[in-house]
């Protein structure tokens, strides 16, 4: 009998939304953002960027997961992987005696037809999908719209005969399976995985002049399809993305590939030799701009001291460093989630007293616990406030005086430049 796959939801949404607010929504951020996405207190001036939480495809799949453990209380409910990279969330789920099939021990192949088995907002490869199937499996779907664009377009390219070229990290889950999705409907189809501009740049040297394709194939050895030959796979290409990718690498990456192969095969063979489409996603795309935007507000350029604000494994906020990089602030913080215990180089944030923050995909939770740092302060006419320090109270290292707030969730700060 063919599965039960529920992909619009479950039917339950209203029952949920209770549960899903006192976990996910803030209070205070939803105050901030009222207010100019700014909060001012003493010295302090907090800017939040304009896209700030989740993304329409995480919220969708969290709610789903939500749903489907409502929906199916006595049955077994499993995760293959992380649902999205955030930790808090996908702890919440745990806490709902939702199993992770990624755990040692789990295994597709010790699933029955009782069994429920969300997806991931980032898919999953088409392998994964058939063992489920073949297991009987009630499967919940949460891959986002926006992945399963890619999808579409690459399979346009195999179906066509034309290499994915996709730009990402080989080892998301989402690139490994938009990469299944590559191989196309007959599984003879080719893709070949580049990370950045450099490799990239290795790619358009041998479509230009040709090389060794034993160390092209050494050199992407994990990220090419079976049986990849470039002196073969190379002559037709169509590009793609990972969607949290950063746009501007993507779009520069695709106009490297479009003057190689124009350089080798000429204008006129262009229409049949090369295809691209922009798959950044548009919430990606926002939280780009927003970064953009909240970098380039201008309170005073010399006086700057900016932060950016990302969750331990968020893909789009690695991504969004970059951009924060390369703007003339005086500082540009990193601020990953931190382990328990402050590490050695957990330390003071600095000078500055204008902070800007920004979130990833997944976005940051409960940012009245844990979220900003406090600005320097000197003299009690600068203190912030008790709403700030609610605000700033991860930051522990800048406050010492207050014990209970030092075993709270402590980030360590590290500098970008
Ligand atoms: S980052 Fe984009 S593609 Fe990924 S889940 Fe969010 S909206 Fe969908």
């Given at each position: 009998?063919?599965?039960?796959?529920?992909?619009?939801?479950?039917?339950?949404?209203?029952?949920?939304?209770?549960?899903?607010?006192?976990?996910?929504?803030?209070?205070?951020?939803?105050?901030?953002?009222?207010?100019?996405?700014?909060?001012?207190?003493?010295?302090?001036?907090?800017?939040?960027?304009?896209?700030?939480?989740?993304?329409?495809?995480?919220?969708?799949?969290?709610?789903?997961?939500?749903?489907a453990?409502?929906?199916?209380?006595?049955?077994?409910?499993?995760?293959?992987?992380?649902?999205?990279?955030?930790?808090?969330?996908?702890?919440?789920?745990?806490?709902?005696g939702?199993?992770?099939?990624?755990?040692?021990?789990?295994?597709?192949?010790?699933?029955?037809?009782?069994?429920?088995?969300?997806?991931?907002?980032?898919?999953?490869?088409?392998?994964?999908?058939?063992?489920?199937e073949?297991?009987?499996?009630?499967?919940?779907?949460?891959?986002?719209?926006?992945?399963?664009?890619?999808w579409?377009?690459?399979?346009?390219?195999?179906?066509?005969?034309?290499?994915?070229?996709?730009?990402?990290?080989?080892?998301?889950?989402?690139?490994?399976?938009?990469?299944?999705?590559?191989?196309?409907?007959?599984?003879?189809?080719?893709?070949?995985?580049?990370?950045?501009?450099?490799?990239?740049?290795?790619v358009?040297?041998?479509?230009?002049?040709?090389?060794?394709?034993?160390?092209?194939?050494?050199?992407?050895?994990?990220?090419?399809?079976?049986?990849?030959?470039?002196?073969?796979?190379?002559?037709?290409?169509?590009?793609?993305?990972?969607?949290?990718?950063?746009?501007?690498?993507?779009?520069?990456?695709?106009?490297?590939?479009?003057?190689?192969?124009?350089?080798?095969?000429?204008?006129?063979?262009?229409?049949?030799?090369?295809?691209?489409?922009?798959?950044?996603?548009?919430?990606?795309?926002?939280?780009?701009?927003?970064?953009?935007a909240?970098?380039?507000?201008?309170?005073?350029?010399?006086?700057?001291?900016?932060?950016?604000?990302?969750?331990?494994?968020?893909?789009?906020?690695?991504?969004?460093?970059?951009?924060?990089?390369?703007?003339?602030?005086?500082?540009?913080?990193?601020?990953?989630l931190?382990?328990?215990?402050?590490?050695?180089?957990?330390?003071?944030?600095?000078?500055?007293?204008?902070?800007?923050?920004?979130?990833?995909?997944?976005?940051?939770?409960?940012?009245?616990?844990?979220?900003?740092?406090?600005?320097?302060?000197?003299?009690?006419?600068?203190?912030?406030?008790?709403?700030?320090?609610?605000?700033?109270?991860?930051?522990?290292?800048?406050?010492?005086?207050?014990?209970?707030?030092?075993?709270?969730?402590r980030?360590?700060?590290?500098?970008?430049?």
């Amino acid at each position: 009998m063919p599965p039960l796959i529920f992909r619009k939801g479950l039917d339950l949404k209203h029952e949920v939304a209770d549960v899903l607010a006192a976990s996910y929504h803030s209070e205070l951020v939803g105050h901030i953002k009222s207010d100019g996405y700014r909060y001012s207190a003493g010295r302090v001036t907090i800017h939040l960027a304009r896209e700030f939480g989740f993304c329409y495809g995480v919220d969708r799949a969290v709610d789903y997961a939500y749903q489907a453990r409502r929906r199916f209380p006595d049955r077994a409910v499993h995760l293959t992987g992380e649902i999205i990279h955030n930790p808090h969330v996908n702890n919440e789920l745990r806490g709902q005696g939702i199993r992770f099939l990624s755990d040692s021990g789990a295994s597709i192949d010790a699933l029955g037809a009782d069994d429920v088995v969300i997806l991931p907002a980032f898919g999953i490869t088409i392998e994964q999908l058939q063992q489920l199937e073949a297991r009987g499996c009630t499967l919940v779907d949460t891959t986002c719209g926006s992945v399963l664009n890619v999808w579409k377009n690459v399979r346009r390219y195999a179906a066509e005969s034309f290499t994915s070229v996709i730009h990402g990290k080989y080892r998301h889950e989402e690139t490994q399976a938009t990469a299944s999705q590559a191989r196309g409907t007959g599984g003879g189809g080719h893709f070949l995985v580049v990370l950045d501009r450099a490799e990239a740049g290795h790619v358009c040297d041998y479509i230009r002049h040709g090389g060794d394709p034993r160390a092209f194939l050494d050199m992407f050895r994990s990220a090419i399809s079976p049986g990849f030959d470039p002196d073969v796979h190379l002559q037709r290409i169509g590009c793609a993305n990972q969607t949290t990718m950063l746009s501007s690498e993507s779009l520069e990456i695709g106009n490297m590939f479009r003057d190689a192969m124009r350089e080798r095969y000429g204008e006129a063979a262009l229409p049949d030799r090369f295809r691209a489409f922009d798959t950044i996603c548009s919430a990606t795309q926002d939280r780009q701009d927003a970064i953009l935007a909240l970098l380039g507000a201008a309170d005073g350029p010399d006086d700057r001291d900016w932060r950016v604000q990302q969750q331990q494994y968020a893909e789009s906020g690695q991504n969004l460093r970059q951009p924060a990089a390369h703007l003339p602030c005086r500082r540009t913080w990193l601020l990953p989630l931190g382990p328990p215990d402050c590490p050695p180089s957990c330390r003071p944030v600095g000078r500055g007293h204008r902070r800007g923050l920004a979130a990833g995909r997944p976005g940051l939770y409960r940012p009245d616990v844990r979220s900003l740092d406090a600005g320097q302060y000197r003299g009690a006419g600068d203190r912030p406030d008790r709403r700030a320090r609610q605000l700033l109270t991860a930051s522990c290292c800048e406050f010492p005086e207050q014990p209970p707030l030092r075993s709270c969730y402590r980030m360590c700060l590290q500098p970008l430049q």
